[in-house]
């Protein structure tokens, strides 16, 4: 969930980061994303915007230049989001196997629904195949970030970084999407009629 606004917070650093690294030096590198996240974060604030985007942002690359400061490698810097994908791959098909698909369970719970979908095998399918997608874009960005980080491929795994970011979430958000509205109308369609009202005809005198 953050939308465009978490793309965009998330992308941004890293635009920055490799060019400075190259240019400048890993410590101005870092200095340097740190200082576009943080006045992303500002600039939400200051318009009065959701800031749970440039939050996760900002804290990201506040971790991902830990391990770069840590290691004194740049390549780090991916480190933290490349087995944070495996974890998310994870969990995101351990709930299809137990018939809680993620997907339906954030979806539902942001909107404050109660998870009553389950019991409605369309609403389930619908959400199961959405999670799904997002744990194929997850697995896919830790394979092959993975193996450009084994091959020091610093440059390569930014660029890599961004265009599994835009592309690939804005296929699974549309597979959402279309879950969203199927299980919605599953739902509706699984709901009982409500019981016509029958109005008692008036006795007559007797």
Not at 165 to 176: E, F, H, K, N
Not at 188 to 201: F, H, M, T
């Amino acid at each position: 969930m953050g939308g465009l606004g978490g793309l965009v917070s998330s992308t941004l650093p890293i635009l920055v980061l490799i060019p400075v690294n190259n240019r400048f030096g890993l410590m101005w590198a870092l200095i340097a994303s740190l200082t576009v996240a943080i006045a992303i974060f500002v600039w939400r604030l200051a318009r009065r915007e959701n800031l749970q985007p440039a939050i996760s942002g900002l804290l990201g690359v506040a971790i991902g230049a830990a391990f770069a400061l840590f290691t004194g490698d740049a390549k780090a810097y991916f480190l933290y989001g490349i087995w944070m994908s495996l974890i998310f791959a994870v969990v995101f098909i351990i709930s299809v196997v137990v018939r809680w698909p993620m997907v339906g369970v954030a979806w539902r719970g942001v909107n404050g629904h109660d998870m009553t979908w389950r019991m409605v095998p369309g609403a389930r399918r619908a959400y199961a195949w959405a999670t799904i997608a997002w744990s194929l874009v997850f697995l896919a960005r830790f394979l092959v970030q993975r193996n450009l980080y084994d091959a020091d491929a610093t440059n390569a795994l930014a660029l890599a970084r961004i265009a599994m970011g835009w592309p690939l979430t804005g296929v699974a958000a549309l597979l959402t999407v279309w879950a969203v509205r199927h299980a919605s109308k599953a739902i509706e369609d699984a709901s009982p009629e409500p019981a016509d009202s029958v109005e008692s005809a008036p006795s007559e005198p007797g």
